[in-house]
Structures are given as structure tokens and as C-alpha cells.
């Protein structure tokens, strides 16, 4: 399974995080989608180098203290290419503002009112519980037409 990242740019206010940064996916996998920024673990480099580089490339910033909150394993009954391993990360540390390319458009969200309904499936389980400070180890497989077949999410706050 391919290794992919997945983050999240957040701002807390007492400890909380109240807004989060999503980019509707623009074109290739996900296209017409709410989603953190992420991609491909290209070879030789590490999970949170391609994490920070992917982040940069899809909406023009520079992140850093990356913080791990998950790692879900992603499996596609009809499209097994799609399979992977996704490390997700959160951070409210980053240089610029989030800007528009190609690939991604970004637009703020308060935490509690994120747009689930177009966004991937999946995220309605897992996302809440990363977000009131959870770590979580999940897997999902879909089917056709990116339907849930199988789901499970663990809280696993030692293990990451």
C-alpha cells in the first residue's frame, strides 16, 4: 500500500480548535471534493518532507510543526490502484496564506460547521474525533462509486 499525506491547517482559540482549512480539489483524484492538502510519499523522501511539500505545491504555504493525528489505510475494491496508506497531520504553524493553484481552491470552515456532505464519505467518521484532539487509526473500504463497504476507527492515542 502507497504511503499519502493528508493536513490540515487549524486555528485554536483556548486550546480548542474552532477553524479549519479545506481546498475543493480542482482536477485528478478527489476532483470536486472538500479535503485537507496531501498527495504522494515520492521516493526517498519522508512522510512529513512530501507533507510539507505538497501543502506548498496545492496551496502556496510553508508548513511546520507538523503534529500526527492519524493514519488511515484506504482500499478500492474496483480501483485497487487507489489503495493507500494515508498519514494525516495537523498544524497551526505555517509561513503565507493559503492561496488558490491549479489543484486546490482553500477556504476557511468553523471546525463545528465543516461542509461533510461534500466532502469524501469517510471523513464524517474520523474527522470530529481528530478535531476534539483524538489520535486515530482507521480503514475504510469503498466500492463503486465511492461508497463505504467496510469502515473501522480506533482511537489510538499512544500509538502514533
Known amino acids: 500500500m502507497k504511503n499519502s499525506t493528508l493536513l490540515f491547517l487549524v486555528k485554536k ?6 477553524e479549519v482549512c479545506l481546498a475543493m480539489k480542482k482536477r485528478g483524484f478527489g476532483i ?6 496531501g498527495g504522494k510519499v515520492e521516493d526517498g523522501e519522508s512522510i512529513k518532507d512530501a507533507t510539507i511539500r505538497e501543502a506548498k505545491e496545492e496551496i502556496g504555504i510553508t508548513a511546520s510543526d507538523l503534529q500526527k493525528v ?6 478500492f475494491k474496483f480501483k485497487p490502484d487507489y489503495n493507500q496508506l494515508v498519514h494525516i497531520y495537523i498544524t497551526e504553524s505555517w509561513e503565507g496564506e493559503p492561496i488558490e493553484s491549479e489543484e486546490m481552491s482553500p ?3 468553523k471546525a463545528d460547521e465543516l461542509p461533510y456532505t ?3 464519505p469517510d471523513d464524517i467518521f474520523w ?9 486515530i487509526k482507521a480503514g475504510f ?3 463503486e462509486q465511492e461508497t463505504i463497504l467496510e469502515q473501522k476507527v480506533e482511537i489510538d492515542n499512544g500509538g502514533l
Request: aromatic share 16%; glycine share 16%; hydrophobic share 40%.
Open 107 to 109: 477556504a476557511w470552515y
Open 141 to 143: 473500504t469503498f466500492g
Open 70 to 75: 492519524g493514519e488511515i489505510a484506504f482500499s
Open 13 to 18: 482559540t483556548d486550546g480548542k480548535i474552532t
Open 118 to 120: 461534500t466532502m469524501w
Open 127 to 135: 474527522l470530529p474525533k481528530v478535531l476534539d484532539g483524538e489520535k
Open 32 to 37: 470536486g471534493r472538500w479535503n485537507g492538502v
